[in-house]
């Protein structure tokens, strides 16, 4: 029987290509963030980075974003604390912390667009922040699915 590379190694004992594979494509993490100075909560907007492709959630220069964007991270070169400022529904936060990935995951159903799917990405309601001026940012925060 067949047991999934993500239920037998660690995060860090994946290859490249098992890690990479572990993006659901939500592009939740490729929204404009902020923390609350009151609660200190860190708060998720609508608004997407400018490299973000909307209609497919991925990164338009993904193997240069660290180097465009300097608030993008490179879990690989992370402390493990960092994956706790991932989405709640994201795979290397849920590893991470010992969980199972979700059922729309796809990995799990085998369909990539199942996260879509399922109301979990990004596609359709975010604006790049080409667009947005910056005193708007904290106007636009916005609930994601859990």
Known sequence: MYTPFWK????????????????DGCARCCLIKFQDVDTEKLVYTDISCRLLDS????????????????????????PRAAFDSLPSTCAYRLLNQGRELP?????????????????????????????????????RDAEWPE
């Open 8 to 23: 037998t190694k660690s995060l860090w004992e994946m290859n490249d290509l098992e890690w990479e594979s572990l993006c």
């Open 55 to 78: 209609d497919s959630c991925r990164c338009r220069h993904y193997g240069d974003r660290t180097r465009r964007v300097r608030e993008c991270l490179d879990l690989r070169k992370e």
């Open 103 to 139: 059922d729309w995951h796809p990995l799990v159903t085998g369909d990539p667009e199942s996260v879509h799917k399922a109301g979990i990405s990004v596609r359709g309601r975010v604006i790049s922040e080409e667009y947005v001026h910056p005193e708007e940012l904290e106007d």
